[in-house]
């Protein structure tokens, strides 16, 4: 039987806004994902605009106490997840660790993580103890985001010192999962990177990286490794990373030998591990140069051959996309590493091969230069190309309102190491971690309102208009250096 009513209909709750996902959004299918996402677009929401009317005002309070109910519930969540860790079935720890990993990279918990990081460092220590595989490479995973919420403080310093021999002994142990190897490379380097604060330890740690990534058969004229590429990367990677924070002492000492080893890796079959060679030695030699120090051997022009060689590949047993992406990065490193003299070879912009510079003028590079590519096609070189050479060419990263620089190769390795762990989080990180934001120099995060933040979104059509005048600037760009073999005779 139909139900009648007389008196006016149930007031609906409140409808939720309907906000796209942020950057820490997981995968769809995942319902913990889901959540961890919710709470943190509502985290991002303010309850009420300037100069509201009565009506808006109440509807802001109820917005605001749903907020925070929602952020104890997501609180609550996280605690449930890290006792779960304890849990004795193994998937159960891995659906745990996962959604922690989503939660450390895509928010900023430290106070909630500093009154509990003494249980969960005991619990990711019994992860990497006692479990195998992917749960290994998840609490390694996890324990970086807790040393990179923690900060350089004190409890980020004890974080590292409990876990580091632990990390280490699981990333020499050749019976691990290369996956849980690789994850302890990071962890280890990041860690140190972030909370080491006596010379020591690192020193310790760089040691026990340059022995992953070079072993004793891929010394000085060896072959490079052919197993476990990824994580000859993820070592290398670290290793490098925390070559930048070095004293110009222990600088000195890796310039003197150390540095050798580098040259073998360009021979990988591992394009990922070849491109990070590659930079490498180029973060290598911008070192030298900051401690004025000369980095010239027997071998120097064969290494340069051999950055030639690999800026113009053309192998067609090799991708087509990693034969793009590796000419791309070597071009920059030759231009960075190699500084042509008044008159000499200066690279092509088009194929990376060395031009014969023909300049007018009485003054070397002051005017325009051209030159015939040994490929036969006909360049145009402006005389900043040698002004560039010697400098790393400015990328800007930009996020919300504010950009950042890279214009060094330390300062680049620095933000690509960030990236690869914190993923699409990255940036909210560069906008509310205070040690990502000292790192960076980029000063305290920024108060904004919501007026200031309605006020920095671009329109779907504006971005289309930005975009069209991108790629046509582009095109005139690239159209000038390309190969218009028709126009030589």
Known sequence: MARTSLGPPPRRPPRRLSLPRGPGSGRAGSPASEEEAGSEVLSHCSSASEGASPGEEGAGSEAAGEQGQEEEEAEDRLKEHMDNLLDKSAKTRQVALQSLRLAFSSRTL?????????????????????????????????????CLQMGSGPEGEEVFRSLKPLLISVLTDSMASPGARQSCATALGMCCYIAAADLEDLVSCLSCLEAIFSPPSAGEGGSAPAQHGPLHCSALQSWSLLLTICPPSHIKSVLD?????????????SVALRILAGETIALVFEL???????????????????????ATESNKYRAKTDRRKQRSIFRDILRFIEVPEAGGALPCRACGRAAAAQVPGDSPLSAESWGTCRAGAQVIADASLSTQSGEYQEETIRFGL?????????????????????????????????LLREIFGLGPPLVLDAAALKASKVSRFEKHLYNSAAFKARTKARSRVRDKRADVL
């Open 288 to 310: 030298a140069q900051d401690v004025e120090e000369d980095l010239c051997h027997q071998d120097t022009e064969f290494l340069r051959a051999q950055l030639k060689v690999l």
């Open 402 to 434: 504010e950009c950042m620089y890279l214009d060094s190769w330390a300062r680049q390795r620095t933000y690509q190491a960030f990236k690869e762990v914190l993923g699409s989080g990255i940036r909210h990180h560069l906008q509310n971690n205070e």
């Open 257 to 269: 030998n150390r540095w050798l080893k580098l040259p073998p890796l360009l021979s990988s079959s």
């Open 110 to 146: 430290s106070e909630l993580l500093l009154e509990r990081r003494l249980t969960l460092t005991d619990s990711l220590e019994k992860c990497l103890k006692k479990g195998k595989g992917e749960e290994q490479a998840l609490a390694g995973t996890v324990l970086t985001l807790l």
